[in-house]
């Protein structure tokens, strides 16, 4: 146990902690389990049981009032019926999350190919950059993996499986990077985010324009999706495709972001994976666990309780810890290292229970074939010149820039 006035400076947006935020979280899991952060606005959790207990604690905790916290909605017309969207609590919840499951895994299981050519062509692309700065700079084969591959790989199939159309796609990707920077914004002490009104309306005018031409996509496969009976709305379609957008970019460039650099500052591990392929789908959640895309996930309490002596008030905020709860010795054996066959692995880098991440076999998809993929093609892979630069943020946790030598 450390002493208390070791842990009671939890600021996750110190240079150190951007850089490497686990060192904070060990004293913290260890001195101040269920800690008051004025910087997050909230109770964090840091042990792993009680993130555990958090996601299964749908009776005290709402998710739907953590979003109204975030997000600024959408301004509907008076009279609107109220929508339900996945950050509903259940009971609404659970024929939205049927319907989008039904809805997201038929496209998900045929997506492969597809993820495959894409990261062909931005592997290619890569290449042709290369033999350019060869013949023009001093920075020989040195490429940038965020904005050449983790960034557009993932919003690049998204927008194909909501069928945006191709003139729309770089607006469709500034709104997607608008709302992630909003977010960041929100637990850095600013505003609800904003940049959903705009991708929302965006929505509401292509599903407008489906009406005479319909296409073959999610967008149409959820307006005709059933449950019991049940239907979406079309607002609630809207606000489904809203959430895959927010919830399914910025994640899965983190996971391959901050995976390929865990692998390439660890070379031993690297170069296993490199000689063994079908590792990958361990690897994957190892480097889930190792650093967390998403750091924290929040809800508001619904009533005045207890967790470990700690009086939580109705309506204040709380934050599970995932990135560290997955740390967390009391589960994971040498929980600072990374181990790629690590088994079992019970990270929870995708929620647990009611709100388990949709799209977990989507990005899981995505980072092992883009991590393979890049060992295959370039066997000197290592890192540049330049270092490596995390945005400064504390709860979708990623990189702005990782360059990385491929000669
Ligand atoms: C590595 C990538 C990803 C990570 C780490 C991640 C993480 C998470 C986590 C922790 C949650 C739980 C939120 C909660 O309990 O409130 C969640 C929910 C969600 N994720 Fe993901 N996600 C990833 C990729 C994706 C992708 C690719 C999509 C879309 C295709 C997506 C769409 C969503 C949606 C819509 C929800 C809300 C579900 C609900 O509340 O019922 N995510 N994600």
Known sequence: ??????????????AEAIADPYPQYALLRAGD??????KLRGWVLFRYDDVVAFFRDDERLSSDRAAATKFRGPRLPEGTPRLRTVASDPPEHDPVRAMLNASLAARVRSVGPRVDALIGALLERIGTAVERSVEQSELTGEVDLIADLAYPLPIT???DLLGIPA?????????????ARGMDRFYSGGAAAEGLQELGAYFV???GQRQTTPGDDLM??????????????????????????FGGHETTVNLIGNGMLALLRDRGALE????EPALITPAV????????????ISRTARVDFAWRGSTIRAGDAVLAGLGAANRDPEVFAAADRLDLRRSPNPHVAFGLGTHFCPGAQLSRIEARAAINALLRRYPRLRLGDRSPVHRATAVLRGLERLPVRVD
């Open 157 to 159: 199939i998204i927008a």
């Open 272 to 275: 296993v994976l490199r000689a």
């Open 205 to 207: 005018q292509l599903l």
């Open 33 to 38: 389990p269920v800690h008051w952060s004025d």
């Open 1 to 14: 146990m450390c002493r208390q006035e070791e842990v009671v400076f939890f600021n996750p947006f110190t």
């Open 220 to 245: 149409r496969d959820l307006l005709a999706a059933e449950h019991h009976g049940e239907r979406l709305s079309q607002l609630e379609v809207v606000a489904l495709c809203t959430a895959l957008v």
């Open 285 to 296: 959640e190892e480097l889930l666990r190792f650093d967390s895309p998403a750091q924290f």
């Open 167 to 179: 003139s729309d796609r770089e607006q469709f990707q500034a709104w997607s990077h608008a709302i």
